[in-house]
């Protein structure tokens, strides 16, 4: 069966730091990886997604993420957060032939102070 | 319509009652999921419909869960005899496995709250 865990429940920071969210998952097969965003009173909307080629993955809003097979680690990444980057993130994945269905982290949450 | 839509947005019911949460997907989107989610806790994954195809139904946590989806429309989740650990949120997402294969895109939930 897919797992999928995220390190951290809760992380603090001040505007202009740099934001590394840890993500490892088990599946032993091919696999597509997503983060989503939750912003307060929001939906949860796709920030960005691997499904092959380049292991490093731009989305919106000046995030990456980096998918490092040989650790099953899908760490998200933005070199300076603001203060409208505080929202709950949550790490995905897809394996195998579950039809679409996602195995989702316990998300974190993050709170960047101005 | 533009989005998923989900109602109520909100519900509170008594432990044992009947309840029936909606979800209208992205019309054409043939692929629709429910999730859970639980207070502080991850999307917990419940029942997937796509096309005209046996729905998989190996998340759902009970027989007092079901789900119905006509065609590639409306779906309905009911969960009878509600319990107090049945209180969360309750996700609907859609997509067109076609064109966006997998990217999922979520309605605002359903608040279930069992007193």
């Known amino acids: 069966a897919q797992s999928v865990s995220q390190h951290n429940h809760h992380v603090i920071l001040s505007e202009a730091a740099s934001l590394e969210l840890g993500c490892n998952y088990s599946?032993?097969?091919?696999?597509?990886l997503f983060w989503y965003v939750q912003y307060p009173g929001q939906h949860l909307q796709l920030l960005l997604k691997y499904f092959s080629g380049d292991p490093l993955v731009k989305g919106i809003k000046g995030f990456e993420a980096e998918f490092i097979k040989s650790k099953f680690s899908f760490n998200l990444r933005k070199p300076s957060v603001q203060w409208s980057d505080t929202a709950e993130y949550f790490c995905a994945v897809h394996g195998g032939t579950s039809y679409g269905k996602l195995t989702f982290g316990q998300g974190t949450i993050l709170t960047v102070h101005p | 319509g533009a989005g998923v839509s989900q109602s109520p947005s909100n519900k509170v019911t008594e432990k044992g009652k009947d309840v029936e949460l909606r979800c209208d997907p992205i019309s054409g989107h043939t692929a629709l999921y429910w999730y859970r989610q639980r207070l502080g806790q991850g999307l917990e994954f419940l029942i997937y419909f796509q096309g005209n195809s046996a729905p998989d139904k190996s998340g759902l946590p009970s027989d007092r869960f079901s789900a119905e989806r006509t065609g590639e429309s409306v779906s309905t989740l009911t969960i009878q005899r509600t319990q107090q650990e049945d209180s969360a949120v309750y996700l609907c997402?859609?997509?067109?496995?076609?064109?966006?294969?997998?990217?999922?895109?979520f309605g605002p939930g359903t608040r279930l709250t069992v007193l």
């Open positions: 599946y032993g097969g091919t696999v597509n």
């Open positions: 997402a859609s997509t067109d496995l076609m064109s966006s294969y997998n990217e999922q895109f």
